[in-house]
């Protein structure tokens, strides 16, 4: 083991996180017992996106011999690492998982995510029984994770000094981390006095209790928190572990916690008071007894809880078993009132969401136009009677069945309690059309006519499916652009040969078919021959086809398509030709993909763009006064003599030295963004003048 490297990914690397806090505690006991390590964690200002690649980027350079890749499952770090990499997922309560156990919404994509990463890692653990019991909810494992306990910091021998407080609260002032129960306990004893460390928020700040001072646990040390008092209490809902409870071992206090909480299974020493969950009474005598008795020495505890994670780490490497257990395992009775915990709160979360408040709330904040203008309408059908033979529209009617609507779409939203997450790489993948050899070429009609852009995938059936598996996936998890996830792309595949003429292609899709094919707005050909490029191209006027080129036996011509995403070295005079993105990875060809849709999309309002502002060519009436219905933009030229010309390209070169000022539509100018581009740092124009009146782009052109 001590020549290879053992690496953590932390995707959050905030002080006040709990998986930062674990990752560092984690490396510096691995570095003691001569461990390499290496922790990669998220920058400032960085996505989740660029992380995942940064971290595949340094992971790939690395010589040494990786013993394990440590990741946490919220947030999907490994997901762009190949699955021969030794991935070990650490079950810290995802996001997702925290959302559902307090009856929240979450995102079931980004659980979709996670549960792959827990599927195809190959070590799983849990910092304890409770987490693991927990995850079932939500996730499925091919096997009982490797128990063992999170460390702990080293022991700090505090001052013996009178403390400021009886007790103290550490963590945010959230429902999960058991406000309800610490408001409760503040109330049920006037006189202990509490300390409440943590980030305030209004609702605790302007709370009026005598017995509590509020301390801004930021900007305090570790040390200072806890020499505040002697007992620190944790009566969150639920924790995996629980940092706070480490901490306060570490510094010689004593903790009163629930006995299900992850930390619970760590000790049974004297230090670590367990109460029965839920029952603010006996936590309350705990508080009472714990006040009065002596805190017993609590070194030895925290040995014995490091000593048990560096065990479990070099188990998990090893491949071997424990015959010992690491961890205490909680009894039937915790075991089944962690199952119901998750239960109810499901059952929760459906009453939350069936409620009529809470729908239109969310609708308010969603879409406002829709929410005001739906308003509008039911105003105007109470007071408006219907005119047909029928009986009058009734309100209530029209109200509950738009109710039913939304409760049914919104409860596809929440995952039953031990539901399994079923990746798109385990279903059969349902094809929107599947282009042949020989025969009629047929393209149904989109299913309805979604809002917004309607996108196709088409790849070849020669192509490697964990390739098109990992475009697709990709493609599926930008949560904030819908236009291209699994339930609005149309996928499909074709099989032609590059011998076949553009002209054989389309006259195999008749005008019904192309009337369909007409309803598509961008069309993504990943590896396609220039003859299918050409013909998709030509038997519509409105579609933008790209192609996605990631083999170089594939000839490219850029006269056939409306954009380019490669990988490949494009040779110099046609690099400008049209819009063309060049991949550093194939792991970047979802963004890329969304990139083009939202340069191509409807813009609004469509502005007129100059392509050199700072020449004084256009004035204020050229804007005002532009048809924008009928022209894509318009061209400045010079006043010249008619000349003949014996093909386009010298009409062309003669065209372009005669134009002083040209200003495009917003949509004009991100088709040609490349050219475009050029033209603003110098180059001619004769390149974007063939291409737009190659495309069919109209021009208002004016001599001056």
């Known amino acids: 083991m001590n020549n ?7 995707p959050f690397h905030r002080k006040d ?20 390590t290496l922790i990669i964690k998220l920058k400032h200002n960085e996505t989740i996106e660029s992380f995942r690649l940064r971290a595949l980027l340094e992971i790939t350079k690395i010589k040494q011999t990786i013993l394990c890749i440590e990741a946490p499952e919220s947030l999907a770090s490994t997901s762009l690492l190949p699955s021969d990499y030794p991935i070990h997922i650490r079950l810290h309560c995802s996001r997702s998982l925290g959302a559902f156990v307090q009856g929240e919404e979450y995102n079931p994509k980004e659980v979709e995510r996670e549960q792959k990463e827990i599927l195809r890692a190959k070590y799983v653990s849990s910092p304890s029984w409770a987490a693991y019991f927990v995850s079932l909810s939500l996730f499925k494992f091919y096997s009982i994770p490797l128990c063992y306990p999170n460390p702990a910091p080293p022991y700090q021998k505090r001052k013996i000094e009178p403390r400021k407080h009886d007790l103290i609260f550490v963590g945010r002032l959230h429902k999960l981390k058991g406000t309800g129960y610490l408001n409760k306990l503040i109330e049920g004893l006037p006189n202990i006095s509490f300390g409440v460390v943590a980030p305030i928020s209004k609702e605790w700040g302007n709370a009026k209790h005598n017995n509590v001072t509020y301390y801004d646990g930021i900007n305090l040390e570790k040390k200072s928190i806890y020499e505040l008092a002697d007992i620190v209490i944790v009566p969150s809902i639920f924790e995996t572990s629980s940092m706070v409870i480490l901490e306060a071992l570490s510094y010689g206090c004593k903790v009163i916690t629930w006995e299900h909480l992850g930390a ?22 705990a508080i009472n007894f714990a006040c009065k008795a002596p805190n017993p020495i609590s070194v030895d505890v925290i040995n014995h809880i490091n000593a048990n994670f560096l065990e479990g780490i070099k188990k998990l490497i090893n491949g071997k078993s424990i015959t010992y257990p690491l961890l205490i395992k909680p009894n039937t009775e915790i075991e089944l009132y962690l199952r119901n915990l998750v239960i109810n709160s499901g059952k929760k979360m459906n009453k939350q969401t069936n409620s009529p408040l809470v729908r239109k709330t969310k609708k308010f904040f969603n879409n406002p136009k829709a929410f005001f203008k739906d308003s509008v309408g039911i105003k105007l059908l109470t007071n408006k009677k219907t005119n047909t033979k029928g009986p009058e529209l009734s309100l209530s009617a029209r109200v509950s069945e738009t109710d039913k609507e939304q409760l049914n779409s919104l409860e596809k939203m929440v995952l039953p309690t031990s539901s399994l997450v079923i990746t798109e790489q385990n279903e059969k993948r349902k094809l929107y059309c599947s282009i042949h050899n020989s025969g009629r070429i047929e393209f149904p009609a989109p299913p309805g006519k979604p809002k917004g852009y ?64 007409s309803m598509i707005n961008f069309i993504f050909l990943l590896n396609a021959p220039t003859s299918l490029c050409e013909a998709l191209r030509s038997i519509g006027t409105e579609q933008r086809v790209i192609l996605i080129q990631t083999n170089d036996n594939i000839d490219v011509s850029l006269q056939s398509i409306d954009a380019l995403i490669t990988n490949q070295c494009i040779k110099e005079n046609t690099s400008a030709a049209r819009r063309i993105i060049h991949l550093e990875s194939l792991l970047n060809i979802p963004q890329a993909v969304r990139r083009i849709i939202q340069e191509n999309g409807v813009k609004s309002p469509d502005m007129l763009l100059a392509l050199n502002p700072e020449v004084e060519i256009f004035n204020k009436e050229d804007f005002i006064n532009f048809d924008y219905k009928n022209y894509d933009g318009i061209l400045k030229i010079n006043k010249s003599e008619n000349k003949r010309f014996t093909t386009m390209l010298d009409f062309y070169s003669n065209f372009s030295t005669e134009i002083v000022g040209i200003a495009m539509k917003e949509s004009a100018y991100m088709r040609y963004k490349s050219l475009c581009e050029d033209i603003e740092h110098g180059a001619s124009t004769q390149k974007l003048i063939e291409m737009c009146l190659t495309d069919g782009m109209i021009f208002d052109v004016k001599e001056i």
Do not use: C, H
């Not at 984690?26 to 570095?31: G, R, W």
């Open 4 to 10: 290879g490297i053992y690496i953590f990914l932390d």
């Open 17 to 36: 996180s709990g998986v930062s806090t674990y990752t560092i505690l984690s490396a510096k006991i691995l570095e003691d017992n001569l461990i390499n």
């Open 264 to 285: 619970s299974e760590y000790t049974n020493e004297k230090n670590l008071i367990k109460i029965q969950p839920e029952n603010v009474k006996n936590f309350t005598n």
């Open 454 to 517: 309607v996108t196709s995938f088409l790849y070849s059936k020669e192509e490697d499916q964990n390739v098109v598996d990992d475009i697709l996936t990709g493609m599926a998890n930008f949560i904030d652009f819908s236009y291209i996830n699994k339930d609005r792309l149309l996928v499909g595949d074709f099989e032609v040969s590059s011998e076949e003429s553009t002209l054989s292609i389309i006259n195999r899709i008749d005008f019904k078919n192309k009337t369909n094919f």
